[in-house]
């Protein structure tokens, strides 16, 4: 069975994304920030989630379309965005199924949503249909952990405390690969809780030549939602890409 089947459910879903929300819009600010559209501008959320950037983003004028493969978030994100008073079409759908065809002037990727597959060719996909979705000229926002400094910084075993409750994460880098292997061990109350989960993790220069090779030209990337420099000790990168062929 595929990790992230069983991974993005309770609890891991109300209690780690829910506490996200209050950072919604300044993130939004950074995506308006580096993508540049007049507001009536199309976009797609890719692995919405609860749909924080998604109800963000509609409440500022863009026509926003979320996907995301766990049927709980959307019904989530559903009920937020009626809160909210925005229309937004929340679509249940693998990314590697999605099938849009120059639907839109923006696709935004966020909060590591991507290298979920361990077949390379399924992560490329993911990528060429990003490109397919996007008008020509579109442009494409991906924010990922960064490799290089999660190999900097790379712990076995660490302890943490979240809303969840006690988390315990056993990890395990495959060089050759570049996939991290981890199991989260959630203890909440009397209850304890394990789910695995393997990730691609990818360097700039890995994903700017992923890119490049469906269709993109890399035209800004950032460590930070304040525009820092991407370095080595930047936990997450943000590359934003231009769609410049099919």
Known sequence: ??????????????????????????????IEDVLSLPKNAKILDLCCGLGRHSIELAKRGYEVTG????????????????????????????????????????????????????EENYNLKVLQNVSNALKPKGKFLIDVINRDWIIKNYKERDWR??????????????????????KQIIIRGEERIEKNVSLRMYSFHELK?????????????????????????????KIVSRKIKQ
């Open 161 to 182: 405390e979240s809303g969840e409750g006690l988390v315990l994460e056993v990890r395990k880098f495959d060089l050759a690969r570049s996939i991290n292997y981890g």
């Open 67 to 118: 996907v995301d493969v766990t049927s709980q978030y959307l019904e989530t994100a559903r009920t937020k965005a009626k809160e909210k008073g925005v229309e937004i079409d929340f679509i249940e759908s693998d990314m590697r199924n999605i099938s849009f065809y120059e639907e839109f002037d923006a696709v935004i990727n966020m909060f590591t949503s991507f290298g979920f597959f361990e």
């Open 1 to 30: 069975m595929e990790w992230w089947k069983s991974f993005f459910d309770e609890p891991y879903g109300e209690a780690i994304l829910e506490s996200f929300e209050e950072r919604a819009s300044g993130e939004v600010d950074f």
């Open 209 to 237: 030549a992923m890119l490049e090779s469906v269709g993109f030209e890399v035209i800004a990337f950032y460590g930070s939602f304040e525009k820092g420099e991407l370095t080595f000790d930047s936990m997450r990168m």
